[in-house]
Every structure is written in structure tokens, then in C-alpha cells.
T-cell receptor, first 110, second 114 residues
Framework: GENVEQHPSTLSVQEGDSAVIKCTYS??????FPWYKQELGKRPQLIID?????GEKKDQRIAVTLNKTAKHFSLHITETQPEDSAVYFC?????????FGTGTRLKVLA | DSGVTQTPKHLITATGQRVTLRCSPR?????VYWYQQSLDQGLQFLIQ???????AKGNILERFSAQQFPDLHSELNLSSLELGDSALYFC?????????????FGEGSWLTVV
């Protein structure tokens, strides 16, 4: 859980298109994978999370998939809207440390 | 509203000075985490406390220190401030510690060092 790589660092999509952000973690014991959205100047807010006993979780236009074998998980946003523009962070918490990925700046172009 | 309270919201101070940032976790949460976010940067993990005890350290400078008090509120002390310490400092809390827990962020404290 102490090393989380996140890609891409920036992502621009046309309104209505889909966006995918991927994170890779190193700790095999990681069992919980949250995603946070941070708007400019605001606090990060949890938008969706997944635990290791499931492979996919959906909440309206947002979904998260988990591949434990490959140690990666992804955020999928469908039918993107301008209000989806923000920075998105993934995390794969360790025993004590709560380390975040480096963030993805998503721009939805109208 | 996440239930995590941070004060002050904004702070402007001069180089070389010392400041204290305060955080009250959500009711029932025992863990407190501190993060630093410089302009257009990610969330740098500084330090974590659980029920009054330090449990993990990240890239926290020696000029910075923190503690969690018996009532579970936490303070982050920043001393000998430099221009590069200007950032948004977040506190977050969770019920347990680390793995498996959702953490909730406060609104942050904006620190400007001039």
C-alpha cells in the first residue's frame, strides 16, 4: 500500500465521452481501494470505493474495477459532463500509511 | 460537510515564524492524518496518529511536528517557516487506521508564507 502509481496525469475528453484512470499498487495485502475527487481549492471527497472481494462496483455514471492479480484498479466515468472536471486521486492504504496516487487532472471539454 | 474541522482556514505569516494548525476529527474517529498539498501538486502524506499515538510518518520535515491529544484533536506545528512551506494543509480522519478505512478530509488550512 505504500507505492501507488496513477496514470494519466492529465486527461482531456469531449463532453459525453468516457474517461478511464488507472492505478497500480505494490502491496499484496491491500484490500480497499477508494477514489477521491478534488475540485479547485476544495477538499478531496470520496466518490466511490471497492473492496478486494469484488471485481467491479458501479454508482450511476461512475464505476471502479479491480484486478487483484495484476494489482491494478481503474476509475471509469461514462457520459462525462463539465462538472466532472476536477483532479481525481486513487489510494491503496497500507497498515498505517494512507498514500495517494499522484492525481489525474480531468478536463471535460464542452 | 465531512465532520472534520480545521482551523484556521487561512493564515499569512512571515518567513522564520511558527504556526499551529488545528484539527478536530469526526465524532468517533480515532485516527488523524495530515497532508500537505502545494499548488497543483498531489497529496503528500505527512504523519498519522491513532488514539494519541504516532503510527506512521511520511515526508515530514524536521521543522514540522504534530501531536494528538487525549480528546483526539490534533495539532500540526510548523516552525522556521520558509516560502516553500506555502501550501494547503489537510487533516483527515478515520475510525480505524490505514487499510480498510475510509478517510474524510477537512476543508484545509491555507498557509501563505511571505
Amino acid at each position: 500500500g505504500e507505492n501507488v502509481e496513477q496514470h494519466p496525469s492529465t486527461l482531456s475528453v469531449q463532453e459525453g465521452d468516457s474517461a478511464v484512470i488507472k492505478c497500480t499498487y505494490s502491496d499484496s495485502a491491500s484490500n480497499y481501494f477508494p477514489w477521491y475527487k478534488q475540485e479547485l481549492g476544495k477538499r478531496p471527497q470520496l466518490i466511490i470505493d471497492i473492496r478486494s472481494n469484488v471485481g467491479e462496483k458501479k454508482d450511476q455514471r461512475i464505476a471502479v474495477t479491480l484486478n487483484k492479480t495484476a494489482k491494478h484498479f481503474s476509475l471509469h466515468i461514462t457520459e462525462t459532463q463539465p462538472e466532472d472536471s476536477a483532479v481525481y486521486f486513487c489510494a491503496a492504504p497500507g497498515t498505517y500509511k494512507y498514500i495517494f496516487g499522484t492525481g489525474t487532472r480531468l478536463k471535460v471539454l464542452a | 460537510d465531512s465532520g472534520v474541522t480545521q482551523t484556521p482556514k487561512h493564515l499569512i505569516t512571515a518567513t522564520g515564524q511558527r504556526v499551529t494548525l488545528r484539527c478536530s476529527p469526526r465524532s468517533g474517529d480515532l485516527s488523524v492524518y495530515w497532508y500537505q498539498q502545494s499548488l497543483d501538486q498531489g497529496l503528500q502524506f505527512l504523519i498519522q496518529y491513532y488514539n494519541g499515538e504516532e503510527r506512521a510518518k511520511g515526508n515530514i520535515l524536521e521543522r514540522f511536528s504534530a501531536q494528538q491529544f487525549p480528546d483526539l484533536h490534533s495539532e500540526l506545528n510548523l516552525s522556521s517557516l520558509e516560502l516553500g512551506d506555502s501550501a494547503l494543509y489537510f487533516c483527515a480522519s478515520s475510525q480505524g487506521q490505514g487499510r480498510g478505512n475510509t478517510i474524510y478530509f477537512g476543508e484545509g488550512s491555507w498557509l501563505t508564507v511571505v
